[in-house]
């Protein structure tokens, strides 16, 4: 209901008139008692934080006294001089927000890279592991190192990484090692 008109009755009293509905229906009037503000004119909740920060937000400096404030907007409108002397710049820059990729790009460009050098492959089976199931993951491992050879010769991989150049550089040493497994196994 948007009508906010109020009409007086004969006492006095403030009372919304009856209006009808869309549906052909009567309301019936309603009386309004005193100091009742409708829901419109309610002013929004604004809360501590809120009000303060709007009150910092106009870049003076706090307990600046009102006469100083007033006569420095009216003098200039971006540096305000309160003390003399003393430069107080009210228009502030806005900080570009970064976006995800530039955020990245930054990051990336700090870090830098360093080369950790394991120790040499062991030809000897480790004592805690299944031979059988260690026999198993070396012909796997020779597996992708002939399937990533081939893709080499191919043509399909023109450019290895750094670490599959090391994983084919270690065939001797699993060829090694499967021959010792399946002397000491079969």
């Known amino acids: 209901m948007a009508t906010t008109a109020y009409q007086h009755d004969a006492d006095g009293a403030k009372f919304i008139p009856a209006t009808q509905r869309p549906d052909g229906t009567w309301r019936k009037p309603r009386r309004i008692k005193d100091g009742y503000v409708p829901q419109e004119e ?38 305000i001089q309160p003390i003399p002397g003393m430069i107080i710049n009210v228009e502030k820059k806005k900080k570009k927000k970064k976006t995800g990729v530039d955020e990245a790009t930054e990051k990336l460009s700090k870090l830098t890279t360093c080369e950790i050098t394991e120790p040499s492959f062991k030809t000897a089976p480790s004592t805690t592991t299944d031979p059988a199931k260690r026999l198993k993951n ?49």
């Not at 303060?52 to 106009?58: C, G, I, M, N, P």
């Not at 990533?148 to 090692?177: A, V, Y």
């Open 138 to 186: 070396l012909k796997k491992k020779l597996r992708d190192i002939e399937t990533l050879e081939e893709k080499i010769k191919s043509g399909s991989l023109k450019n290895p990484d750094k670490e599959q150049k090391e994983k084919i550089t270690k065939k001797s040493e699993i060829i090694k090692e499967i021959e010792l497994l399946e002397e000491n196994c079969g």
């Open 42 to 79: 309610v002013p929004l909740y604004e809360s501590k934080g809120k009000q303060f920060k709007a009150r910092q937000s106009t870049g003076l400096p706090v307990g600046l006294p009102p006469e100083i404030a007033a006569e420095a907007k009216k003098s200039k409108k971006g540096v």
